[in-house]
């Protein structure tokens, strides 16, 4: 099922975009803020954001600004603005569509499955995993953190991916080694902790801070926790 983070101040709007979105097959997940929005976004990933533009503190054009860095999702921008310029201006920052208010349900699902149908076709293009300003490219097989490049081996760049898609679970090293090096490796269980140590310190000397992420669980292997 296909997710939107919907990204909007007013919870009215907020509860009137779900209920226009969610018979249609996709889940909604509603931010009162451009930074809580943000927050979602570096830690999950997401279909399609649909950004309200008049917003407090970080508005709209910000906001899009921001995903733009992290992110190459799908945005709609919502508002009541309808000036030629305001169109423009959201374009440049990096949206894909532009829907004023008040607009019909019928026009937000045609844009929003034109919009799906659109990047369909190309999301094979780049396949990114961000966490807290780490980002891997499983296209071009590159690991940066806050946009430096590290030199990861093929077992630590298997390892990260592993553990970033799969926050929070417990990998003992038996799975990890049959993940890895498939199911009939002959390979020392320790050799995963050597992987995990070289990995660990590549990932400490850019300045990530591992120690808070990538736990190891005594007597069973290692885990990465999503919210340090």
């Not at 600004?65 to 959201?90: C, F, H, N, Q, Y």
Request: overall charge negative; glycine content about 6%.
């Amino acid at each position: 099922m296909k997710t939107v983070l919907l990204i909007d101040d007013e919870q009215r709007m907020l509860d009137l975009l779900s209920l226009y979105i969610e018979p249609y097959g996709y889940t909604c997940i509603k931010k009162k803020s451009g930074n809580e929005g943000l927050e979602l976004l570096n830690h999950k990933s997401v279909d399609l954001v649909i950004l309200d533009i008049m917003m407090p503190e970080l508005d709209g054009w910000e906001t899009c600004e921001k995903i733009r860095k992290i992110s190459d999702v799908p945005i709609i921008m919502l508002t009541a603005r309808s000036e030629k310029e305001d169109v423009v201006k959201g374009l440049k920052k990096g949206a894909d569509d532009y829907l004023v208010k008040p607009f019909h349900e019928e026009e937000l699902i045609a844009r929003l499955e034109a919009i799906m149908r659109r990047t369909s076709r190309t999301s094979n293009s780049e396949n990114i995993i961000y966490f807290e300003g780490l980002l891997i490219n499983q296209s071009t097989y590159q690991v940066t953190y806050q946009e430096k490049e590290l030199v990861l081996t093929p077992k630590e760049y298997g390892l990260l991916g592993l553990f970033l898609e799969n926050q929070d679970k417990v990998f003992s090293r038996e799975h990890l080694l049959s993940t890895l090096w498939g199911l009939k490796a002959e390979t020392e269980d320790r050799t995963i902790d050597s992987h995990i140590r070289n990995m660990r310190e590549k990932l400490r000397k850019a300045n990530f801070p591992v120690e808070q992420y990538l736990k190891t669980v005594w007597g069973i292997g290692y885990k990465w926790v999503s919210d340090k």
